[in-house]
């Protein structure tokens, strides 16, 4: 089936420091790839997404690029803000009937960023 | 911007007892999604709901769970008997008809059993 492995955290970085996160994936065929955010208190909500192989997804500075010879998804950053501060999400969707295919979620990656 | 919303925030309830948590949808939306995340681990995909029935669910998702749509903006979650086990954040969600599996979700219902 399908899986999403990230890197563990927290992830404690200073202010203006370049960010990566980790994620790799497992999936049969060609799934759609996601980046969610989860600040404190709060529901998930959309980063980034790229729907194929080679796909760079970007918002808010972020950025992730589809690889499907390495089957990843990094989210990088080059300057995070203490306003980043929150638990990221990668996720992926399958390609089944009618968009109605449940996101499989990664463990999610605390990124804490200190003044 | 529309949004998804959930309510209550958070429910406490006894172990054994039904719970129903509701969600609206954003409006044009057809897709709908019910995830919980157990504190500490990953969000897991519980079922999804087109055209009045259910599209898939997962193995979390057994008898004592049922979804239901019971009007033209309501989307509910319904546990039977609850456990201890049940015992987290569940996030409803929605996408469009149109939209590359784009989910958009709300900001949760927490559920206590004890």
């Known amino acids: 089936g399908n899986s999403v492995t990230q890197m563990e955290g927290p992830v404690t970085l200073s202010e203006e420091a370049f960010l990566t996160i980790n994620c790799t994936y497992t999936a049969t065929g060609y799934p759609s790839l996601f980046w969610y955010v989860q600040y404190p208190g709060e529901g998930l909500q959309l980063l980034l997404k790229?729907?194929?192989?080679?796909d760079k997804g970007s918002n808010k500075g972020f950025e992730a690029t589809y690889r499907k010879e390495t089957t990843s998804f990094h989210l990088e950053k080059g300057s995070v803000q203490v306003s980043d501060s929150a638990v990221y999400f990668c996720a992926l969707s399958g390609f089944g009937r009618g968009g109605a295919d449940g996101l499989t979620f990664g463990k999610g990656t605390h990124l804490i960023i200190q003044p | 911007e529309p949004e998804v919303t959930q309510t209550p925030s958070h429910q406490v309830t006894q172990m054994g007892q039904e719970v129903i948590l509701r969600c609206v949808p954003i409006?044009?939306?057809?897709?709908f999604y019910w995830y919980r995340q157990i504190l500490g681990q990953k969000v897991e995909f519980l079922v999804s709901f087109y055209n009045n029935e259910i599209s898939e669910k997962s193995e979390i998702f057994d008898d004592q769970f049922s979804v239901e749509r019971p009007d033209g903006s309501n989307f509910t979650l319904k546990i039977r008997s609850t456990k201890l086990e049940d015992s987290a954040m569940y996030f409803c969600?929605?996408?469009?008809?149109?939209?590359?599996?784009?989910?958009?979700f709300g900001p949760g219902t927490r559920l206590t059993v004890t």
């Open positions: 409006s044009n939306h057809l897709y």
């Open positions: 969600a929605s996408s469009s008809s149109t939209g590359f599996y784009e989910q958009y």
């Open positions: 790229a729907t194929k192989a080679d």
